[in-house]
């Protein structure tokens, strides 16, 4: 379980660079940011040390779950700071759940999507391995 904090963090450390400067890394930015769930989903599956596919679904909706919500907050403290239209009003009074939890959902189904590859690639590994 360490393991997939780790990944969590990695991820969400990576989100942060992409958004907090879009401008130097503008040829990672658009559609290419999605890799990054996708990737750390995978990985979730890639570093268990399991070999029966439900054993992976606890850990990957937790990892899942922790990645897409922690990097959803952070971006929105991120567009807090930048915009001074934010700035009148105190963090509290624009912190809006319902914008967190859409921005946080399509990141959770690709981080899980990816997650499933993992679990393929790590299915068709041991298949392999026995033979």
Same mark, same amino acid.
């Given at each position: 379980?360490k ?5 969590s ?18 040829f ?13 989903? @995978?990985?979730?599956? #890639? ?5 029966? =596919? ?6 990957? +909706? *937790? !990892?899942s ?22 700035? @009148?009003?105190?963090? #509290? ?5 319902? =914008?967190i ?5 399509? +990141? *959770? !189904? ?9 679990i ?7 298949l392999?391995?026995?033979?």
């Amino acid at each position: 379980m360490k393991k997939i904090y780790l990944i969590s963090i990695i991820t969400v450390t990576c989100g942060l660079i992409f958004t907090a400067n879009p401008y130097q890394l503008k040829f990672l930015w658009g559609f290419q940011v999605f890799l990054i769930p996708l990737t750390a989903g @995978i990985l979730m599956a #890639l570093v268990q040390d399991e070999d029966k =596919s439900y054993n992976y679904a606890s850990k990957l +909706l *937790i !990892g899942s779950i922790l990645t897409g919500f922690v990097y959803a907050f952070l971006f929105f403290i991120i567009d807090y700071i930048k915009y001074s239209e934010y700035s @009148i009003k105190s963090f #509290l009074e624009t912190v809006d759940i319902i =914008s967190i939890i859409g921005f946080a959902l399509p +990141l *959770i !189904g690709i981080c899980i999507f990816g997650g499933l590859i993992g679990i393929t690639i790590r299915g068709v590994s041991l298949l392999l391995s026995k033979k």
